[in-house]
């Protein structure tokens, strides 16, 4: 686990999970989430995996942990592409349906945000929800995202048209307590 919170947790994005992670990103709340009109084949996720697996330089990638029962569980994986050039990446986070509903998703951006603007450090990190998953937009606000803008009619929500809206966080907003700087300076 390279960071942790109460409830959750992110650990290596790895290879031994990927059949796991091709199970998550079936589940239809992910598909109609990401935008994703067709279902993916195991072996094109697996190929992805190594394509993702070499380009970490560019990429945080990361699997959640559920940490509230005895051992931690992978439950679901977060991103941020990085663009080098202006220290800015885009998040996205994806939860198995089971794991939904209690915290997780919060705590697992934060700590996300934590990694990207203290270790990482970026300036900004920045994302697009449709605008109906109301769940992902409450969970980002409550992570430290705010909104900065509504993008129209620019992908669909279960056969719908639906705008997204687009969120930023800076290192500024960072909310509470950093796991990294307890990690760097426990004694502060
Ligand atoms: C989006 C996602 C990561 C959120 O993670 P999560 O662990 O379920 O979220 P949390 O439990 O931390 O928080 C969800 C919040 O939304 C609220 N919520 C849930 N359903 C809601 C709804 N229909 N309307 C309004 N708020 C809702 C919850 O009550 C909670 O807020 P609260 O703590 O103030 O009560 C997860 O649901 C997921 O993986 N969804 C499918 C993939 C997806 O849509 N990814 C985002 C693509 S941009």
Redesign the pocket.
């Known amino acids: 686990m390279w960071i942790r919170g109460d409830g959750a947790g992110l650990g290596p994005f790895s290879g031994d999970l990927v059949d796991q992670y091709w199970q998550w990103e079936q589940?239809p709340?992910?598909l109609?989430?990401?935008g994703r009109q067709t279902p993916d084949s195991l072996d094109n996720r697996r190929e992805g995996y190594q394509h993702q697996a070499r380009g970490t330089d560019d990429q945080l990638r990361f699997t959640v942990y559920d940490m509230s029962g005895a051992e931690p569980a992978p439950v679901?994986t977060t991103a941020v592409l990085i663009d080098h050039h202006v220290r800015t990446g885009e998040f996205?986070?994806?939860?198995s349906a089971a794991?939904?509903?209690?915290?997780?998703?919060?705590?697992?951006?934060r700590l996300t945000l934590d990694y990207a603007f203290h270790i990482t450090n970026l300036r900004c990190v920045y994302?697009?929800?449709?605008s109906p998953?109301?769940?992902?937009i409450?969970?980002y606000e409550?992570a430290g995202f705010r909104t900065i803008g509504e993008r129209r009619q620019s992908g669909y929500w279960l056969g719908e048209p639906a705008n997204e809206t687009l969120m930023d966080a800076i290192p500024a907003d960072f909310p509470g307590t950093s796991a990294v700087r307890h990690i760097v300076e426990p004694a502060l």
């Open positions: 589940d709340a992910v109609v989430g990401y679901g996205v986070i994806q939860l794991s939904r509903g209690r915290g997780i998703g919060t705590e697992a951006t994302l697009a929800v449709l998953n109301t769940a992902a409450r969970a409550k």
